[in-house]
């Protein structure tokens, strides 16, 4: 299943956030986008995800216009987990993750096997079985970023987009969540696109890297094709040097 978009443009008032921008998100890879504030990363993720409609051009899911495709279909295939996400006071654990099955019941389908089956298997993946039961706002700020994962899970899609999971995270829950993202891509083929700030983990943990600056794309690719020290340089400004990270011989970044 392929995402990708096609002279996609945005903006606000006069102000132009994407112009002409083409991606394609890799299948069964993961994904981040990077980027300075403001260039548009978060926009990007929400004209995937059909969230948001562009001033021009296309995001196409399979070579269909992602705007043609019917919503409860689309839902099936694609989740998203917004940066915060709002539920209602008091919810349960369980019963967060019980939403995750709503594109695939009918507003008056009862409770099936195979609901159940998707609500366990998401709760064990994050590792929150044994809080299925508590209240939300009971956790810990790494769990509860875990809860929501585990809806999106519940949803059962394809391709999953995350913008900003570990926002408010210390390092620890950071490294825990990126970790468990991946674990899903390698165990079952999800696709995961993330917008993530920190440009070590992103490179740690991902697959592929899209970089965004003022202009537009500045690159995209393997994180040791994109995290350059020109590139770094033309998306934020930045002067860096480059060097393998001494444990994941990924690409990390110091700033000179």
Not at 149 to 173: C, G, K, N, S, W
Request: charged fraction near 20%; aromatic fraction near 4%.
């Amino acid at each position: 299943m392929i995402l990708s978009t096609r002279a996609l443009s945005f903006g606000y008032g006069t102000r132009s956030v994407l112009r002409d921008l083409d991606v394609v998100i890799p299948e069964r890879r993961v994904t981040a986008i990077l980027g300075p504030n403001g260039c548009g990363k978060s926009t990007l993720l929400k004209a995937m995800a059909r969230l948001i409609r562009p001033a021009s051009g296309q995001v196409l899911l399979d070579g269909a216009d992602i705007r043609n495709q019917d919503t409860r279909a689309l839902a099936r295939r694609l989740a998203i987990l917004p940066q915060a996400p709002v539920a209602p006071e008091g919810i349960l654990v369980g019963d967060l993750v019980r939403r995750g099955r709503i594109p695939w019941r009918g507003l008056l389908s009862p409770w099936r096997a195979e609901d159940a089956r998707a609500c366990a298997a998401a709760l064990q993946a994050v590792g929150l079985t044994h809080l299925a039961h508590r209240p939300l706002d009971e956790l810990s700020g790494g769990q509860r970023q875990r809860a929501w994962i585990a809806l999106v899970l519940a949803q059962e899609p394809r391709l999953l987009l995350l913008d900003e999971p570990t926002t408010f995270l210390d390092l620890v829950h950071q490294v825990e969540v990126l970790s468990l993202l991946r674990r899903r891509n390698r165990e079952s083929g999800l696709t995961v696109v993330s917008v993530l700030h920190d440009m070590n983990l992103a490179a740690r943990f991902s697959d592929h890297l899209i970089l965004l600056g003022p202009q537009g794309l500045v690159a995209a690719g393997a994180p040791d094709l994109v995290l350059t020290p020109e590139s770094l340089h033309a998306a934020f400004g930045l002067r860096a040097v480059v060097q393998p990270d001494p444990v994941a011989g990924t690409p990390m970044v110091i700033p000179a």
